[in-house]
């Protein structure tokens, strides 16, 4: 088994990876929300969430179906590698972009979405974030107005809020086994949340910060409201 790891997810030591999919547009707050990054992947559409972000995008992967070409040739002519795949694929755009993340040797991803789209496709890249290649790379997202940080365990996550605010823990890809709060407003001591419950939806924030630890599996901590400062 993997040594225990804490992380303080909005104070990470890594330079990120920035990942901008498709959806509806991402929410403008999220470039002053953004850690240091060096490397900007837009997969798809989400050359346009980038460039409304005033991001400067490294590469754009994808099959190209729904990101309108002339912005696309604009952003060729300007340097942005296209990684073109086949729209006859076994993955999406969003897992591409990962796994091209991964490959280039990111050790901290943050996804960017303004969420919206196809059902399948929301479910599809929360379930991406459990593939076997990210297992040691810190992957967050923003999510419409939400933060959302994957916790795998064993480990340890330390997130910061305001009082009030909402926090949710969600299981995801199985139970999420021996759960430890410190910090929220309704305490959970080596628990349990299986992978149907939603027992630990709408936690609170006791003051500004907060301490979750997770002994196996995975655990998705939400704060809805992240980004309505």
């Given at each position: 088994?993997?040594?225990?790891s804490t992380?303080?997810?909005?104070?990470?030591?890594?330079?990120?990876?920035i990942?901008?999919?498709?959806?509806?547009?991402?929410?403008?707050?999220?470039?002053?929300?953004?850690?240091?990054?060096?490397?900007?992947?837009?997969?798809d559409?989400?050359?346009?969430?980038?460039?409304?972000?005033?991001?400067?995008?490294?590469?754009?992967?994808?099959?190209?179906?729904?990101?309108?070409?002339?912005?696309?040739?604009?952003?060729?002519?300007?340097?942005?590698?296209?990684?073109?795949?086949?729209?006859?694929?076994d993955?999406?755009?969003?897992?591409?972009?990962?796994?091209?993340?991964?490959?280039?040797?990111?050790?901290?991803?943050?996804?960017?979405?303004?969420?919206?789209?196809?059902?399948?496709?929301?479910?599809?890249?929360?379930?991406?974030?459990?593939?076997?290649?990210?297992?040691?790379?810190?992957?967050?997202?923003?999510?419409?107005?939400?933060?959302?940080?994957?916790?795998?365990?064993?480990?340890?996550?330390?997130i910061?809020?305001?009082?009030g605010?909402?926090?949710?823990?969600l299981?995801?890809?199985?139970d999420?086994?021996?759960?430890?709060?410190?910090?929220?407003?309704?305490?959970?001591?080596?628990e349990?949340?299986?992978?149907?419950?939603?027992?630990?939806?709408?936690?609170?924030?006791?003051?500004?910060?907060?301490?979750?630890?997770?002994?196996?599996?995975?655990?998705?901590?939400?704060?809805?409201?992240?980004?309505?400062?």
């Open positions: 088994m993997k040594n225990p992380s303080s997810f909005k104070e990470h030591r890594e330079l990120a990876t990942v901008v999919i498709g959806g509806q547009p991402p929410n403008s707050s999220v470039a002053g929300s953004l850690p240091a990054y060096d490397f900007v992947i837009a997969a559409s989400g050359l346009h969430g980038a460039q409304a972000l005033g991001l400067t995008v490294d590469v754009v992967i994808g099959d190209m179906d729904s990101v309108d070409e002339h912005v696309l040739d604009k952003a060729t002519r300007d340097g942005v590698i296209v990684e073109r795949a086949s729209q006859d694929k993955a999406t755009d969003t897992e591409l972009a990962l796994l091209f993340a991964a490959e280039r040797g990111a050790k901290y991803i943050v996804v960017v979405t303004g969420g919206g789209g196809r059902l399948d496709h929301q479910l599809g890249v929360l379930n991406v974030l459990l593939h076997p290649r990210l297992a040691d790379i810190k992957v967050e997202m923003f999510w419409d107005t939400a933060q959302v940080f994957l916790l795998r365990g064993p480990g340890t996550a330390i910061r809020g305001r009082h605010e909402m926090v949710g823990l299981p995801i890809g199985g999420a086994i021996g759960i430890t709060t410190e910090g929220l407003a309704w305490p959970l001591e080596r349990t949340i299986p992978a149907y419950s939603t027992r630990g939806v709408s936690n609170e924030f006791v003051g500004n910060l907060a301490t979750i630890a997770l002994s196996l599996g995975h655990l998705l901590i939400i704060q809805p409201h992240a980004l309505e400062n």
